[in-house]
């Protein structure tokens, strides 16, 4: 079992920023970040291999988010910047321990977090 505990979020104004952390025990291979907004289907927003960093992000938040990592907190870390209103979301921490050599798909997560919402105002 792995617990995950998530803190940041918040509403912001379009253009501002928020960072999201989330603490992991254990640390696994695999950290990502989803989210939710009403009415849609959860979606992967980014994932990271925690061995080696290497990430992934899904196109529409790609030179706006940043994952990072901090191995010695087992902490995960998403920089979101430049928000947009569609970025409104309740926002889950996720942990996997499936990898495919250095990627972590997005449909392999099956350890979640409590969620943190995210509101951007136009």
């Known amino acids: 079992q792995v617990q995950l505990v998530e803190s940041g979020g918040g509403s912001v104004q379009a253009g501002g920023s928020l960072r999201l952390s989330c603490a992991a025990s254990?640390?696994?291979?695999?950290m990502g970040w989803f989210r939710q907004a009403p009415g849609k289907e959860r979606e992967g927003v980014v994932s990271i291999y925690t061995g080696g960093d290497s990430t992934y992000y899904a196109d529409s938040v790609k030179g706006r988010f940043t994952i990072s990592q901090d191995n010695a907190k087992n902490t995960v870390y998403l920089q979101m910047n430049n928000l947009k209103p569609e970025d409104t979301a309740m926002y889950y921490c996720?942990?996997?321990?499936?990898?495919?050599?250095?990627?972590?798909?997005?449909?392999?997560?099956?350890?979640w977090g409590q969620g943190t919402q995210v509101t951007v105002s136009s």
């Open positions: 254990p640390y696994t291979d695999c």
């Open positions: 996720a942990a996997s321990s499936y990898r495919v050599w250095l990627s972590c798909p997005f449909d392999h997560f099956s350890y």
